[in-house]
């Protein structure tokens, strides 16, 4: 029987230490890696270890607020907690729809909309956000925000304008194809 620490050579230049795993005891072969085992436990405290170092009992916590790629903040939510209702299937709400549950003292539905007035999808203040049940009025506020002109005038001569920049680009872009 081998002795904690005794090290012996595997297939392909691996070594192995003959190791304690620290919570149970159990003596078995560790792969070493730079000179130091890979792991300190076995597999089934390792699962234990990893089952209970969840959420905030994880040293490596830093909140539960991440960013999604389109810039609104996600915050996990505790099964246990009130607003566990809301959450998706990875644990996490929206932040602006949690704010303005939490303002309104309820969970909200999937149809309710949360708008934020002025934009800026990482500002979740209660006076940014606005409650919409209507989709079509979402959505009209959405394009009054985005369009730059404010009747059909407007709109034509900003139509006009970009048609004329685009076919300038395209000329130039043809005359330099046919001089090379």
């Not at 830093?62 to 209702?85: C, H, L, M, N, Q």
């Not at 404010?150 to 006009?160: A, F, G």
């Not at 970009?162 to 680009?169: A, D, G, L, N």
């Amino acid at each position: 029987m081998p002795k904690i620490g005794d090290i012996r050579s595997g297939k392909w230049y691996e070594k192995y230490i003959w190791s304690a795993c620290v919570d149970c005891g159990r003596e078995k072969w560790i792969h070493l890696l730079k000179g130091k085992p890979m792991s300190i436990r076995c597999k089934s405290c390792a699962t234990k270890f990893r089952r209970n170092y969840k959420g905030k009992n994880n040293p490596s916590w830093k909140g539960g607020r991440r960013e999604d790629g389109k810039g609104y903040i996600y915050i996990s939510v505790d099964s246990t907690d009130f607003f566990a209702p809301m959450r998706d299937r990875h644990g996490c709400v929206f932040e602006h729809r949690l704010v303005m549950a939490k303002h309104l003292g309820r969970c909200l539905t999937p149809e309710e909309i949360i708008h934020h007035i002025n934009g800026v999808k990482d500002d979740n203040r209660i006076g940014n956000l606005e409650l919409i049940n209507d989709n079509g009025k979402h959505i009209k506020n959405y394009f009054k925000e985005k369009m730059p002109y404010k009747n059909e005038k407007d709109k034509s001569e900003h139509k006009r304008k970009y048609q004329e920049q685009y076919y300038k680009k395209n000329k130039e872009r043809r005359c330099l194809k046919s001089t090379a």
